[in-house]
Every structure is written in structure tokens, then in C-alpha cells.
């Protein structure tokens, strides 16, 4: 068990915020860039303020959330605030956008007709969380996951949570070998970022140059981010041409370069993951929230904090809509530190005459993929790795006593006539240790038949992970417009609430 007073959660929070922003700003001018890059410092001029950071928006955006709705904030709630306030119709952004707009739920918003899925979207903010749980990995990645399906699945989720892992633990560990090896436990084994994370570990230890591990990189898991509206002539390098949106491996692998060969110096790391180009803000800015975490904000060389003067400038957030945007990263760092006590159970968040401080217990990391989510957010029918590989078509929603995973099985597309099948598994969550009788009421329009009956019922008992399944078919018979949609009232008949879901289906 280790302790984390105040005054070094504060620093390391601040850490974060200012290192984000400076590697940021300093890959700004490289992002989309396929070729090396030599600098040793920001090539703008910084005179007249600093560029807007698009990679910070959405966590200010979440900020205000949290803010709002405390430890209960879910990946619904993420959503609404998605389509209220973040404005950006590019990629996975505007895909996201359209679905939800369009009455998509996650984690379909972020998969149905979503070539970028496996982008870089959703790993680029990932600090909140880690800033929320210090030392809390597994409460971290709960939220990153509730964050990183609105947009993304994958590759693009499992880099979010690796990077989310990375930062939580490094307000507990300083050698970055051993940070990548945590955070490396809870992804997928056969999964592209594994692979490249593994194979990067591998080439460092070897003392391959970072020359070689990117022509690696861009060899074996070829991206198209660095050479995004780019004209075949004007491309240097004679690299695979990547499938369009499959970028988060080599960004990660950048990462995982980036901070073995610098090792903990800040200056190294950055300058390291602006070398290689291709998503230059989003790598830099990761490595230097992560060195940021780790050293602090009091041990970032003054040459790369001063220029910046802790401001921050957004571009992707609409403004007009009364959100309170931090902007600075001290008062950025001051409002994350006031949700710690909120979000962090009674048994991490502790007070004494100092003020509150956090106790986090080092994670095992050969045990990471048997742990089961615990504390503040409840118990959760999955343990993290299954969470994390939970088929795209699974949505998961939590009442007070039970909660309801529903498998659409496929993209949610359906033609006249045919029989489509919806799985309905409730889990009893053991709020009050009862067995439950659930009822599943299914309402439709007229012209869909459901095959299975509009009402069915289940006895779900007391023990953990007890659960009642429901199978519903149903076919429709004409097409009166663009979607049809079924509504399910689950409920338990010892309890007085219900949970009332719309499952939306799309004509083609």
C-alpha cells in the first residue's frame, strides 16, 4: 500500500495537464506527417498565445459531466454531452456524432459504418480518468471504456485503455519498463496493440534505433494517418499503404518507443515521439502527460513551461452551450482534484489534518485479467478483460438491483421480412442479496410480429452472476419509414423501479 498526499497528487494532476499540453503543441505542426522529424523545441511562434489543443476538448467536456453526475456518469451521459457540446464532424468524431444524432446507443455509436473505429480518438483522452483514480487503475478503466465506445471498438478501445492504465499507474511507479509491462496485462493478447507493444519492448531490449522500430511500425502494421490527404507523389517513404482509420497500433507502438528510450527525461521522451511523425501531437502529448504524471509539474524543465504559461485554447467545443471551460491547467488541475473524494471510495480517499489523500495499492500485473470491477461504481458482470472485448453489438445498462446486457448480434440493419433475433440477459447485481422474478415486456409498432411472445418472465436468484436470459424474434412486415423501434420494460416484481430500453433498427 502506498500514500499520496495532497500536495504530490496535485503536483503529478498538474504534471499531467502541462505535459499534455506541451507535447501537444510541440508535434502540432507534425501531425499527418509521414517522415522523421528533427527538433529540439516548438517551431511556432508562441509570442501571441499558444494553438488550440483539440486533443484536451472532450476531457473538459467529460470534466463538466463529472462534474455534474459524479461516479454515476456512464456512457449515456457521455453521449448526450458528445452531441450537445463537442463539434467536430471529422472521422471517428463525426461518425460518433452521426450515429448518436441519428438514435444509435453506444457502443453502436461507435462501430455501425465506422471506418475509424481503431483510430486515435479515444486514447488521446484518456487522463481524466487516470487523473480521477491515482494508483486505481481498474476504476480508470471502467470509465475509459464507458468514454471509448462512443466512438471507437478495437484497436481503438484497447489503445485508450492502455494508455489509461499507463497514467493511473504512474502515480505509483516511475521505471517505464515496468509501467508498459502493467499496462501491457490488460489488453488482448491477440490483439494488434499487443503485439506491437510486445514487439517494441523486444526491439528496445535488442537496442534496435528508433529508426528501426518505426520502419517496423509502418512495415508490419501500416497506418494511413501520416499519409492522410496526401498525393502519391509526395510521399517519400515506400511504406504499405495502410487501411484507412487502422492508426492506433502505430501511434502506440511511437509511445511505447518514446518512453523506454527516454527513460524517464522528459525532453528526450517528447523530442522521441515527434521524431517519428505521423500522429505527432496526439504521441507527444500522450508521452508528455505521462512523464508529467511521473515527475511532476515541479520537475518539467522551465524551457518548456514558460512559452505555454499554463492556458489552455480549445477548437472542438461549442462554447454557446453555458459549459464551464477551465482556462488554465491550474484551474483544470484544481477541479480534478476536487472529484477525487467523489469518485474514490471510502476505503482509497482518506483524511487527515493535511486534507485528503489517496491509498492505492500497486497492481499485480500477472493478475490484471482475473480482476473483477469493485468500489465506488458497483460490481460489474465481467471481469476487466472481458469488458474490454465485449462484442461492439453489447450494450450494457445498470439498474438499482439488476442490470441488462442486450445483444443485438449484428450491426443494427434489417430488411422487410426477415426474422431478427435480439438476446436479453439480466444479471442480478446483489444490491439487497434477493432473488428476483423479472418480467420483460416487449411494445412495438403494429406491423412488426414479434415471434416470441410480447411478454416473458424469469426467476433470477440470489447468487453473484445469476442470471435470467430472454430470446425475442420478431420480423416486420412493411416499411413505413427509415427505422422501426422496440422498447423493452424490464422489471422486477419486488421492486418499484424499471428500466425501459429502445432498441433502434435501420431499413436497407
Known amino acids: ?39 529540439n523545441f516548438y517551431t511556432q511562434d508562441l509570442t501571441k498565445g499558444i494553438p488550440a489543443n483539440d486533443d484536451l476538448d472532450l476531457q473538459l467536456i467529460w470534466l463538466n459531466a463529472c462534474e455534474k453526475y459524479g461516479k454515476s456518469v456512464n456512457t449515456d451521459i457521455l453521449s448526450e454531452y458528445w452531441v450537445s457540446y463537442q463539434i467536430d464532424n471529422s472521422n471517428e468524431y463525426g461518425t460518433a456524432l452521426e450515429n448518436l ?3 444509435l446507443v453506444s457502443p453502436l455509436s461507435g462501430v455501425v459504418g465506422n471506418p475509424y473505429r481503431n483510430s486515435n480518438g479515444a486514447f488521446i483522452r484518456s487522463e481524466i480518468w487516470a487523473c480521477l483514480f491515482p494508483g486505481n487503475p481498474y476504476n480508470a ?26 497514467e493511473s499507474v504512474a502515480f505509483l511507479e516511475k521505471d517505464v519498463y515496468r509501467l508498459v509491462e502493467i499496462a501491457k496485462s490488460y489488453i488482448p493478447i491477440q490483439s494488434a496493440i499487443y503485439q506491437v507493444i510486445d514487439r517494441v519492448q523486444k526491439m528496445h531490449v535488442d537496442k534496435c534505433s528508433i529508426d528501426e522500430i518505426r520502419e517496423m511500425l509502418l512495415t508490419d502494421y501500416p497506418s494511413y494517418f501520416g499519409i492522410f490527404n496526401k498525393h502519391p507523389w509526395e510521399l517519400k517513404e515506400n511504406f504499405p499503404l495502410g487501411e484507412i482509420g487502422f492508426d492506433a497500433p502505430v501511434q502506440i507502438g511511437i509511445i511505447v518507443a518514446s518512453l ?23 504521441t507527444a502529448a500522450t508521452c508528455g502527460a505521462i512523464l508529467g504524471i511521473i515527475n511532476g509539474a515541479s520537475n518539467i524543465p522551465e524551457k518548456w513551461k514558460k512559452p505555454l504559461g499554463h492556458n489552455i485554447e480549445t477548437v472542438c467545443i461549442n462554447r454557446r452551450r453555458c459549459l464551464n471551460i477551465p482556462s488554465t491547467t491550474d484551474e483544470l488541475t484544481e477541479r480534478v482534484i476536487r472529484l477525487l473524494p467523489v469518485f474514490n471510495d471510502e476505503k482509497t480517499c482518506l483524511m487527515d489534518e493535511t486534507g485528503f489523500f489517496i491509498i492505492a495499492e500497486e497492481p499485480d500485473v500477472y493478475d490484471t485479467r482475473d480482476q473483477y470491477f469493485i468500489g465506488n461504481y458497483g460490481m460489474e458482470p465481467a471481469k476487466i478483460t472481458e469488458l474490454i472485448t465485449r462484442a461492439p453489438f453489447k450494450k450494457l445498462y445498470h439498474n438499482f438491483v439488476f442490470d441488462v446486457l442486450v445483444d443485438y448480434k449484428k450491426e443494427p440493419f434489417i430488411k422487410v421480412g426477415e426474422t431478427v433475433l435480439l438476446d436479453v440477459t439480466v444479471f442480478n447485481n446483489n444490491t439487497d442479496w434477493a432473488k428476483h ?35 425475442i424474434e420478431f420480423a416486420v412486415n412493411e416499411a413505413c419509414k427509415p427505422y422501426i423501434d422496440l422498447y423493452l420494460d424490464i422489471t422486477s416484481e419486488s421492486r418499484p423501479t424499471s428500466e425501459l430500453i429502445k432498441c433502434r433498427y435501420f431499413f436497407v
Open 1 to 39: 500500500m502506498e500514500k499520496l498526499s495532497l500536495k504530490e497528487i496535485k503536483d503529478k494532476i498538474l504534471g499531467c495537464w502541462e505535459g499534455k499540453n506541451i507535447g501537444g503543441v510541440l508535434g502540432a505542426p507534425f501531425e499527418m506527417y509521414r517522415g522523421t522529424v528533427d527538433v
Open 437 to 471: 422474478t423479472i418480467n420483460v415486456k416487449v411494445f412495438s409498432d403494429d406491423d412488426i410480429d414479434i415471434k416470441t411472445g410480447k411478454f416473458m418472465r424469469d426467476i433470477v436468484a440470489n447468487n453473484y452472476e445469476t442470471k435470467g436470459e430472454f430470446h
Open 141 to 166: 478503466v471502467k470509465y475509459c471504456y464507458e468514454d471509448a465506445i462512443v466512438d471507437h471498438s478495437d484497436e481503438g478501445l484497447y489503445a485508450a485503455v492502455f494508455c489509461t492504465v499507463l
Open 101 to 103: 444524432r441519428s438514435g
Open 260 to 282: 523506454l528510450i527516454g527513460n524517464g527525461n522528459f525532453e528526450k521522451t517528447i523530442i522521441t515521439a515527434v521524431y517519428c511523425g505521423e500522429d505527432a501531437d496526439c
